[in-house]
Structure formats: C-alpha cells, structure tokens
C-alpha cells in the first residue's frame, strides 16, 4: 500500500468505507472514469484483483496487521 499516491490512498480509504465509483467521484470531485483509471493502476502496484482485496489490505495495513 505504500506505493500508492496520497490520491490513490484517499480513494482507497473510500472504497474501504464501502463507497461506490460514482460515490468517490462525487465525495472528490472528480469523474467516476477517473476513479476507474486510478483502481486499475492501484490494482497494478498492489497486485489486487479486486476492490474489495484492496479495501481488505488498506484496513489491515491501518490496524497495523
């Protein structure tokens, strides 16, 4: 998870949270194509194939597990 950028952690942190696409692009300000894009290079450095495998880690990498 260290790789990701400061944008990529935040909407991480959303889809954690258990946000749609669309619910990200609204809470950010940005195009829900944008936040695709930004899961398919997050998926990339993490090697997750999903999004829910992301939020997993992101929640276990924050409790320190």
Request: hydrophobic share 45%; charged share 15%.
């Given at each position: 998870?260290?790789?990701l950028t400061p944008r990529q952690r935040e909407i991480t942190e959303l889809?954690?949270?258990g946000k749609t696409e669309r619910e990200v692009a609204l809470?950010?300000?940005i195009s829900r194509h944008t936040?695709?894009?930004h899961k398919r290079r997050m998926f990339e450095k993490?090697?997750?194939v999903s999004s829910l495998?992301?939020?997993v880690k992101f929640v276990l990498e924050i409790r320190g597990l």
């Open positions: 998870m260290s790789k889809i954690a949270q809470s950010l300000g936040v695709k894009a993490t090697g997750c495998e992301l939020a």
